[in-house]
């Protein structure tokens, strides 16, 4: 993905807003939609769940993604009716919405006819950014059909669109294949074309059928099972934990992001010379340097975190929006070795490891349960992804035109307990944007963490990538509350 910010930092000129949401009649239809016996995924399961725990604390949940992009000249608001109206029926993830039935089950309502799905434009007249941020917040929680809504900024001479869809029908990748079809189909109608031709989309309910047969039919004997209870077991019987101090997790905070420049262009060159040259890929190094850099900080020995990767198996889920995400479970070795030898390690355990992304780490604890040792995981998990936007799943060409129509990814921030990075390679460098929760024992560990990281990448950028058998751990966690 492109890099996250949080939509409070969402600032521009005021404009005159434009929205979409469901027509009466079409939220009558749905709302009448019959249940069915495709289940949620697990990750829609398991969103739904977490919002509802959330909403009975009393807690926000950050749960939103929203992209925008900028077009030239004033809005066409009958052909962005018939656009919007086109994405939304092409793709099932939103012919659905969730219950939860008498027995706690999380039940699926489908409506039969997509074209009962009709979206209409409101106009709100002119709004700041404040104005615009709270209109675009207040999307309905994904125990509603209409958790997506649609809209546009009219300026003098373009217009800002913007989508915001709630997580529980998307993951990160929507974006490319919602600007490809709203831009390119938009761009087609007020040139005075007809729509442009699409590739064949697969089925997001077909994705849920599947996911639960496959996951039905595992058992702790399983291959991947087996893996997923080594790892855990690694990381003292559940997931891993951040190696920095994050505050009390008990005290509930909302959370926020920050991003840093690890690398300019030139470095990021080099830096992917150095793996190359260590016989593997980007991404591999990027973990390499995650990992010495805990190293470096705490003394740790070995290197644990999980990676998100896209799930979906042919090209035409590729063009279909829906969660299509699972998790790899990452362990590596770092004491006594080089650079060049870790990113091996770790590329290894990437590549070994993608097959476990298919096994959803809910399934491993149900079937866990009764293993001694095996907790539920908890507070500050870490997460770290690598994507470069030149390459694929992205389309280079696509996601060039996204640049040059200042396309941004927007998130709404609610209460976080859990540690996010996200580093992606552009054409103008390496950054990373880190999620985490906003208190000031956890600022300040991300900055540290961020520091040492950023100080791994251009050491191995510059071919100083030597031993890491000598921990540095700063005097200043050694003496702060709750240092290693």
Not at 96 to 119: L, M
Not at 147 to 153: E, L
Not at 372 to 380: C, D, M, N, S, V
Not at 461 to 473: F, H, L
Request: one cysteine or more; proline letters at 7%; aromatic letters at 8%.
């Amino acid at each position: 993905m492109v890099a996250l910010t949080a939509i409070h930092d969402w600032v521009d000129a005021p404009g005159s807003v434009v929205s979409w949401g469901p027509s009466p009649a079409s939220a009558a239809k749905v709302a009448l939609a019959a249940s069915t016996d495709v289940p949620a995924s697990y990750q829609q399961e398991q969103h739904i769940r977490t919002f509802r725990e959330h909403s009975a604390s009393g807690l926000e949940m950050a749960r939103l993604l929203i992209p925008s992009w900028n077009i030239p000249g004033r809005c066409d608001i009958r052909a962005m009716t018939y656009v919007i109206n086109s994405y939304l029926r092409r793709h099932d993830t939103y012919h659905s919405w969730f219950e939860f039935d008498e027995n706690d089950r999380v039940i699926r309502h489908t409506v039969a006819n997509p074209t009962d799905i009709a979206f209409v434009a409101t106009k709100h007249g002119e709004m700041t950014a404040a104005k615009w941020r709270a209109h675009i917040l207040a999307t309905p929680s994904p125990l509603q059909w209409d958790c997506f809504t649609f809209g546009v900024i009219q300026r003098a001479d373009h217009f800002t669109f913007y989508a915001c869809i709630d997580h529980v029908h998307a993951d990160a990748m929507f974006m490319v294949n919602l600007f490809v079809e709203l831009n390119m189909n938009y761009a087609a109608l007020v040139e005075g074309g007809a729509p442009i031709r699409l590739p064949e989309t697969g089925s997001y309910n077909d994705y849920c059928l599947r996911q639960r047969k496959f996951t039905a039919a595992l058992s702790l004997e399983s291959p991947e099972v087996a893996e997923w209870v080594d790892f855990l077991h690694r990381n003292g019987g559940t997931m891993p934990k951040f190696p920095l101090p994050l505050g009390d997790p008990s005290v509930p905070c909302t959370g926020d992001l920050i991003t840093v420049t690890l690398m300019d262009a030139h470095d990021s060159d080099r830096f992917e010379s150095v793996c190359t040259s260590a016989g593997v890929r980007f991404i591999g190094g990027v973990f390499a340097c995650a990992a010495i850099a805990e190293r470096e900080l705490t003394g740790a020995d070995s290197y644990h975190v999980i990676t998100p990767t896209t799930t979906r198996s042919t090209p035409a889920e590729l063009a279909t929006t829906g969660w299509f995400t699972g998790v790899v479970p990452i362990s590596i070795p770092v004491a006594g070795m080089s650079f060049g030898e870790v990113a091996k390690a770790a590329q290894g355990a990437f590549d070994s490891g993608l097959r476990l992304a298919n096994v959803p780490i809910e399934r491993v604890m149900e079937l866990a349960a009764s293993v001694p040792g095996i907790t539920e995981p908890g507070a500050g998990i870490p997460m770290l992804s690598y994507l470069d936007i030149g390459l694929p799943p992205l389309n280079p060409v696509v996601m060039g035109q996204w640049q040059a129509r200042n396309g941004q990814l927007y998130t709404d921030l609610g209460a976080a307990n859990q540690i996010g990075m996200w580093v992606n390679r552009r054409d103008t460098g390496t950054i990373v944007t880190v999620a985490y929760p906003d208190n000031p024992v956890a600022r300040e560990s991300v900055a540290q963490y961020v520091d040492v990281m950023k100080m791994v990448y251009l050491r191995a950028a510059e071919g100083r990538a030597d031993s890491v058998t000598s921990p540095r751990i700063p005097r200043a966690l050694m003496d702060s509350e709750g240092a290693v």
